[in-house]
């Protein structure tokens, strides 16, 4: 039975993560924020999934972690969901800093700490993240949000490259969803090719399974990202990427 661990599970892509593997047979540690979701589908299955309450922007959040992965007896997979992000043209201070303690301070906790327990233990293992297509190029009207994403990136980048030096046998998924209908998103805003969960979460789901190093969610999203780094920037910096309003 695989162990797995699911950070940010009480919405949106991490739910419906934490319903997939549970009806899996998995066991699962899962944690957030918000404990009433992650209560609610523990007790669909008994004996199956564990709570906690993470705030990954709390420095007792390795803890807990800890904690977490001890009372489900063990972790095969780490996935870290955790994000925030809003558009902020208008650079409101609060949003930024916000943004970046979540997307910045608050991944590189977690993912290092699974890291650790990987290294640590001398363990096989998985750790999996969920950035964003928006990592790609800087995008004006979400500044901080999609340079956090590229943070991201790299320090994936950089985790692997650390796992060879130090002989860790840990494999790294970075899931790269386009516009996806979840919680996260503004209602008041049309998004170009939305994806709904769905159709998204079996794609997900595959990358995870397959160990995927790169997994850019639907066909459509590859191309426009493949297209994007084409861009130079004397070009990119002059192009008006914004959404509408619905």
């Not at 807990?64 to 409101?92: C, H, T, W, Y």
């Not at 998103?185 to 994806?195: F, R, V």
């Amino acid at each position: 039975m695989k162990k797995i661990i699911i950070v940010g599970a009480s919405s949106g892509i991490g739910f419906r993560l934490a319903q997939e593997y549970a009806e899996k047979g998995c066991r699962l540690g899962i944690a957030a924020r918000r404990e009433a979701p992650l209560n609610e589908l523990a007790n669909k299955y008994p004996g199956q999934i564990s709570v906690s309450k993470i705030d990954v922007t709390d420095s007792l959040a390795t803890i807990n972690l800890r904690n977490l992965i001890a009372e489900v007896g063990g972790m095969d997979i780490f996935v870290l969901v955790s994000g925030v992000g809003k558009q902020n043209p208008n650079l409101d201070s609060a949003i930024e800093e916000t943004t970046t303690l979540t997307n910045v301070m608050g991944f590189t906790r977690m993912v290092d700490e699974a890291f650790r327990y990987f290294r640590d233990g001398n363990r096989q293992g998985h750790i999996a993240v969920v950035s964003s297509i928006a990592g790609t190029k800087g995008l004006g009207i979400a500044a901080s949000y999609s340079a956090t994403k590229r943070y991201q990136n790299i320090y994936i980048d950089a985790l692997e490259q650390l796992a060879k030096m130090q002989h860790v046998d840990v494999k790294f998924t970075d899931i790269k969803p386009g516009f996806i209908s979840t919680p996260l998103l503004d209602g008041e805003k049309s998004y170009p090719m939305m994806m709904t969960l769905d159709y998204a979460m079996p794609r997900i789901v595959a990358a995870i399974e397959k160990k995927s190093r790169r997994a850019i969610i639907d066909w459509r999203w590859a191309i426009a990202v493949s297209l994007w780094r084409l861009i130079p920037a004397w070009l990119w910096k002059r192009l008006p990427i914004k959404n509408r309003d619905k």
